[in-house]
């Protein structure tokens, strides 16, 4: 039996921690602390030998509040790095005790609950385990990520997620961007109150900045954004006002065809704080292009420009920024961190799967390579569900690169977009007789390898902070 050192406690006299026992790791409980399990004598003592389920889950956060989730968004710096395999909480706990940043351990969307066939318990759960596991009491966070229904954010909330991140795509009229003015004109419906509040005034936001809106522009900002404020009040005023859940509440509008302008961004902050929403962080959407896994695409003069103004636009309004799709936007970390002061959002998951992909090809290169081929086939239908611009004519053959390079594909664009997008369909593909054809391997490498993921964790999302200017411990 391995005893996980840092997870020895003590409540109400009776000695807990985690153990390894079988190539399996358990709670041991020296007494009775309310765990459920099978009773074995260790060292001459009874004990409760407990499995990780949600049972015990729950009994673990009621004895000790720090494995449960906690509101961070109110940190100058949080930090999301969703774990889509339920695996990375070690490897992410070590690059949050270095650095001056606060986690959001649990972080998934319903797209990405039904891709790996998880739920909130389970996602919730590996956190908290992890977290007693390796004695992490600093604090995370748990995101119910870009939920779009109501059901879906009491489903988060009533299990005691911390955060909520409304996604507002449903409700954003993309159409109405590209109306001509005559289209715009015929379009809309006249509101006096808002006509009445913004045209012939201008908005000094500070640092310098002055906003205003002409007739036309206000009416297309409202066809866009109208119902998605809407829907947005109508969430808060559910299950967030007068407290009614502990959680913090981030707005999306990030999932739309068109880059969010000064003026769209000040328009939605300044009618969801009109009209009573309080909340932590806000997403727009920038210019150029956040794809999946790799480094931004476009004009870095124009981000630049664009994020001052968007930051001036937080501050004003007293809330972070949150920068979606976050994963490897090296380039643009450090103007992030210049232009927010430090005080900001940034939303990780899908190159944690990444590293991990990276280290199969490490240990492994023969398994890689199978699931690397597979991933080719089932490219196309990964496409459904994300916005890529991968080349797969730009990813050199399996049978030109060595085992020794595997490793490399996770150093370009187009192989990292493969593996990144194809996660869903790699870990749920069955054999003919029911099993799993790669998931179950997958994952027992990845426990024996443990080690070596917390490693490539530590350098690849550390590189991510320091280029944000988040300072080591």
């Known amino acids: 039996m391995k005893i996980f050192e840092k997870s020895i406690r003590e409540k109400d006299g009776v000695r807990i921690y985690m153990a390894e026992v079988n190539g399996e790791t358990v709670l041991i409980s020296e007494g009775d602390a309310g765990f459920k399990g099978e009773k074995a004598e260790i060292d001459g003592k009874n004990v409760v ?6 049972e015990n889950a729950n009994v673990l956060r009621a004895l000790f509040p720090f494995t449960a989730p906690t509101r961070v968004l109110g940190k100058e710096r949080s930090f999301g790095v969703g774990d889509r395999l339920g695996i990375a909480t070690p490897g992410h706990i070590a690059v949050f005790e270095k650095y001056d940043a606060y986690p959001v351990l649990a972080q998934q969307s319903m797209r990405e609950l039904t891709l790996t066939d998880r739920t909130y318990e389970d996602v919730l759960d590996c956190a908290s385990f992890a977290v007693f596991r390796d004695g992490f009491e600093k604090g995370f966070g748990a995101d119910g990520d870009h939920l779009k229904k109501a059901e879906d954010v009491r489903y988060a909330l009533d299990l005691g997620f911390s955060m909520i991140t409304l996604d507002c795509s449903d409700f954003i009229d993309n159409n109405a961007a590209a109306l001509s003015d005559a289209e715009v004109e015929k379009a809309y419906v006249k509101n006096e109150e808002l006509e009445g509040i913004y045209l012939g005034k201008s908005f000094d936001i500070g640092e310098g900045v002055t906003l205003a809106f002409s007739a036309e522009e206000l009416r297309r900002i409202i066809l866009v954004y109208g119902k998605a404020i809407d ?3 109508s969430i808060y ?43 932590a962080t806000m997403a727009p959407r920038f210019c150029g292009e956040f794809q999946k896994g790799i480094d931004y695409i476009g004009d870095l003069q124009q981000f630049t420009s664009e994020m001052t103004v968007h930051a001036q636009l937080a501050r004003h309004f007293g809330y972070k920024l949150s920068i979606h799709s976050g ?16 005080i900001f959002h940034v939303k990780t998951a899908g190159t944690n799967w990444l590293e ?11 398994f890689y390579r199978e699931v690397h081929a597979y991933a080719l086939e089932a490219f196309d239908e990964a496409t459904k569900y994300y916005h890529v611009t991968t080349d797969l004519t730009k990813i050199k053959p399996l049978s030109e690169v060595s085992d020794e390079d595997l490793p490399k594909y996770f150093d370009e664009n187009d192989a990292r977009q493969l593996i990144h997008i194809t996660y869903g369909l790699i870990l749920s593909r069955k054999n003919a007789d029911g099993s799993f054809a790669y998931r179950d391997k997958l994952y027992s490498l990845w426990r024996e390898h443990e080690a070596v993921y ?18 080591d411990n």
């Open 49 to 54: 030998v407990a499995p990780q389920n949600h």
């Open 231 to 233: 829907f947005a009040v």
């Open 237 to 279: 005023e559910e299950f967030f006002k007068d407290g009614k859940y502990n959680a913090d509440f981030e707005i999306s509008i990030d999932e739309t065809l068109t880059p969010t302008t000064p003026l769209q961004h000040f328009f939605v902050a300044n009618e969801l704080t009109r009209r009573g929403v309080k909340f």
């Open 327 to 342: 994963s490897d936007k090296f380039s643009t970390f450090p103007i992030i961190g210049e232009k927010t002061r430090g």
């Open 356 to 366: 991990a992909m990276r280290v199969i090809a490490m240990v492994d290169p023969k």
């Open 454 to 471: 917390t490693d490539a964790l530590v350098r690849h999302i550390g590189r991510h902070l320091a280029l944000l200017g988040v300072k």
